[in-house]
Nanobody
Framework: QVQLVESGGGLVQPGGSLRLSCAASRNIVSIYVMNWYRQAPGKERELVATITPSGNTNYGGSVKGRFTISRDNAKNTVYLQMNDLKPEDTAVYYC?????????WGQGTQVTVSS
């Protein structure tokens, strides 16, 4: 079982930036498909960003051009750089690792965008 630990959430004003980190307990970030999801109160969990083992990235439509997913294989860590944050980005952000039918989730980190 892979353990994932997110960090970097917090309160930020609209237009600000945050960088989330997801540290994996094993060397899997270049082997698994790594994803960031988010879930706002009363809403379904949605996929925000994906990075594949080959390094390809994909983004949800609402964050394209503002968020960037990346990874550091040596540190077993995946990042989500979030720029130009908007109030609608407020949510709990979850890291996810997927390998076939194997899925692991972190505990989530709260991001609140408010003035």
């Amino acid at each position: 079982q892979v353990q994932l630990v997110e960090s970097g959430g917090g309160l930020v004003q609209p237009g600000g930036s945050l960088r989330l980190s997801c540290a994996a307990s094993r060397n899997i970030v270049s082997i698994y498909v790594m994803n960031w999801y988010r879930q706002a109160p009363g809403k379904e969990r949605e996929l925000v960003a994906t990075i594949t083992p080959s390094g390809n990235t994909n983004y949800g439509g609402s964050v394209k051009g503002r968020f960037t997913i990346s990874r550091d294989n040596a540190k077993n860590t995946v990042y989500l750089q979030m720029n130009d944050l908007k109030p609608e980005d407020t949510a709990v952000y979850y890291c996810n690792a997927a390998f076939g039918a194997i899925m692991s989730w972190g505990q989530g980190t709260q991001v609140t965008v408010s003035s």
